[in-house]
């Protein structure tokens, strides 16, 4: 029972990082917000790809796993 809370757990906290890196790879693409730091807008823009990119595998990865646990606890 432990192990599945935990397990739980930590995949709430991969979703949460994975919305959080992609919600900040939007600020960087679609706002001004980060102009004061960031002024290159080629430099906002790579980030703000890199980050989407980062923020979608981690969503990919935390779903495989939370896909493969349930699998297993099924058998």
Known sequence: MKNNNQNMGL???ECTMSVLYLAIAYAFLFTNLF???IAEKNTR?????LL???GFFR???AVRKYMRNKKSEED
């Open 45 to 49: 823009i790579i980030l703000g790809i």
């Open 11 to 13: 995949y709430i906290f």
């Open 59 to 61: 969503v990919y990865r």
């Open 52 to 54: 989407g990119v980062y």
């Open 35 to 37: 102009i004061d730091a």
